[in-house]
């Protein structure tokens, strides 16, 4: 496998940088949607590099779940680089809660910017949560879709970091339907290792969980639930 992810990196960082680089230069004219031909062109690509050169391949289910005429905030379990690309092309446009630190980078980041995330500071969690909540609420009256991370960063196949409440807070304030994603992206791309394994990468997106008339915490703990379950399932 060592062979197979030099071959898989030699093409995928120069393509990759190439269409950031374009999403960069073409972010300032091209409205919204159609700047995520950059996340979009990125994953298939990745995808394809990873089919041909480390016979990884995608199995997602459950895309007809995605609601289509409201708003919703995605909420799925973090293990690799793979989801980062795959989840912002279910529902474009799709807003990602991130650290504000990949905005750093440079083309890669400039990039991303474009695509009107919301970026936060994890050293400081008060001023993060209510960032949050005032640009997630925002998003979310001008019918954007949110994606969150509860865990705050990848972790490695097998474990679950904690869950964040944040996700759960926004979709309480909002009403906005949550969807819960699990998958197990981490067996062929893992946080951490430059080697990328074959093997069938497994996304389940669930279906919408109503929110209005609910807490917070019950919010929370009905998607954490789902995506644990879930994911013991897909392996």
């Not at 949607?33 to 590099?49: D, E, M, N, Q, Y």
């Not at 992206?185 to 279906?207: P, Y």
Request: proline share 6%.
């Amino acid at each position: 496998m060592f062979i197979r992810s030099i071959i898989f990196t030699i093409g995928y960082f120069p393509v990759m940088l190439l269409i950031s680089l374009a999403g960069s230069l073409l972010g300032f004219f091209l409205p919204l949607k159609a700047r995520f031909f950059v996340p979009i062109g990125v994953f298939h690509f990745t995808s394809l590099c990873l089919r041909l050169a480390c016979n990884v391949r995608r199995e997602i289910v459950g895309v007809e779940n995605l609601p289509k005429t409201r708003a919703f905030i995605i909420v799925a379990n973090h293990q690799s680089t793979w989801e980062t690309y795959a989840l912002q092309t279910l529902a474009v446009p799709i807003c990602t809660i991130l650290k504000r630190e990949l905005l750093w980078f440079p083309i890669f980041g400039w990039a991303l910017a474009f695509l009107n995330p919301i970026a936060i500071d994890r050293s400081n969690a008060l001023a993060a949560s209510r960032k949050v909540l005032k640009e997630g609420e925002k998003r979310i009256k001008n019918n954007l879709n949110i994606l969150i991370f509860p865990e705050g960063t990848r972790t490695p196949p097998g474990t679950v970091a904690e869950f964040k409440k944040s996700a759960a807070v926004l979709a309480h304030k909002t009403k906005a339907p949550i969807v819960p994603i699990a998958h197990n992206a981490g067996n062929c791309w893992r946080k951490g290792t430059f080697i990328k394994k074959s093997g069938v990468i497994k996304m389940k997106i669930g279906e919408p969980i109503e929110t209005a008339g609910k807490t917070a915490d019950q919010i929370h703990a009905e998607y954490e639930s789902w995506i644990r379950k879930t994911m013991k399932e897909l392996g």
